[in-house]
């Protein structure tokens, strides 16, 4: 929702990595910032309404960006994609940090436009693999943040540690960050924030990304 510049820069990055797209915005002149290459669906109303949602086509969708230039309609159209359709992937585009805040805790994730950057963005719709944090200067370990496979909720981080060649350094939880304790469970919405060898980080990606091991 939203074809500024922003809405459109998104777009086209998502295009180009092989997804199907679709953007809704108030003004139809706002398209033409996607070029005459773009392929995707554009649909012309209000970003919470819900049959430009569903002409748009979000009962199929997995993932929903809100970064229009209005805050409120920001927050009420991911709320919408969220509680109403169930899209599991959304994040909402805040200006004001203390709002992003607050709705981070609703379990919505936020860029507030201070920290924004587009793989912030594409790392919240788009989940696997690691968006690295912090790298350190010889450049072998690194501190990423990672989601997980669904099958993973309910099992433990010492369970976790047992599989992966990297620690669990802390967690996202509802926009609070926590340390966990071995025993911690983790919950759907977590985020990892996981420290390893730079080397390993594409079987990190890859362990995370599947189904744990059976339970003995």
């Known amino acids: 929702m939203g074809c500024g510049r922003v809405g459109s820069s998104l777009a086209a990055s998502l295009e180009s990595s092989g997804h199907s797209v679709a953007v809704i915005d108030q003004e139809r002149s706002a398209f033409e910032r996607l070029g005459r290459g773009f392929q995707g669906r554009t649909v012309t109303g209000v970003g919470f309404d819900r049959d430009a949602l569903m002409q748009a086509g979000i009962e199929e969708a997995v993932a929903f960006a809100a970064v229009s230039s209005g805050d409120n309609s920001n927050i009420l159209a991911a709320r919408v994609a969220r509680e109403t359709f169930g899209v599991r992937n959304v994040v909402a585009r805040i200006y004001d940090p203390g709002r992003a805040e607050i ?15 587009s793989d912030q963005v594409l790392r919240r719709l788009l989940p696997a693999g690691g968006l690295h944090e912090f790298r ?21 981080v010492r369970e976790l ?3 992966l060649p990297a620690r669990v350094s802390f967690l996202t939880r509802l926009g609070e ?10 919950q759907d919405g977590d985020l990892l924030h996981v420290t390893l060898q730079a080397d390993d980080a594409p079987e990190v990606e890859r362990l995370l990304a599947t189904r744990p091991p059976p339970l003995h």
């Open 103 to 117: 709705y981070q805790r609703l379990g919505i994730a936020t860029v507030a436009t201070v920290k924004w950057a």
């Open 136 to 156: 350190d200067t010889s450049g072998n370990i690194v501190l990423a943040e990672y989601a997980f496979h669904d099958a993973w909720i309910g099992r433990t």
């Open 161 to 163: 540690e047992a599989v």
């Open 177 to 186: 960050g926590m340390l966990p304790r071995h025993d911690t469970v983790l």
